[in-house]
């Protein structure tokens, strides 16, 4: 029992760790990450953190998991609760915009500051932020493929690049937030997407009409 409740306690303490890393490194990056302010931050001696990461890098590495996990959780798992592919797609957007909006993380997205942090900086940060990338392009494109296949979008479009279109105007919501009204910014890239996908649909009413 002893046992079990140090386990406990040691995966709770991971889990704040992580979180407050993820949080930080949505507005400053992971680069800077001091272990030494972290500890500090969460009232905690330094030598606990290296008892679950053995160094930056490894506990950068699970902040990137941490917060892939985050964003199903938030966005992918709740839109895959609809019951057509092309209302899936829908819902993943407007699930993204509703993440940024309500200020989940300080920084609003965790992912968009990291990839301009490492997107030429060879090492395994980089590395597997390409894979999680990539998985999420796949995920948007297999959506896209599945709602072409059950007749809900018209043959002929282009899934790859309609997954890119989807994800460059939920990236481009969260880079100019800061910049424009947030209300005009989320609800410019809300409509954008709807009226992209009830165009290339071929039963608009399982879309939201605005």
Known sequence: METDGRRLRGNRTRASVLDAVVSLASVEGLDGLSLSRLAAQLDIT?????THWRGK????????EHA?????????????????????????????LDFYAREMLPGRCFFSIVYREFDDRPGAIRDRLVEQSAQWHEFLVS??????AAGQLREGTDANRLAYEIDALGEGAVSRVRMLDPEFVFA???????????????????????
């Open 46 to 50: 330094k030598s606990a953190l290296f």
């Open 188 to 210: 410019a890239a809300r409509a954008a997407v709807l009226q992209r996908l009830r165009a290339a649909s071929t039963n608009p009413d399982l879309l939201p009409e605005h």
């Open 68 to 96: 892939r996990a985050q964003w199903v959780a938030e966005i992918v798992a709740p839109a895959l609760e609809q019951p057509t592919p092309v209302q899936r797609l829908w819902a993943v957007h407007e699930r993204r």
């Open 143 to 148: 959506t896209i493929e599945e709602a072409i």
């Open 57 to 64: 890098e490894e506990l950068q590495l699970a902040a990137l």
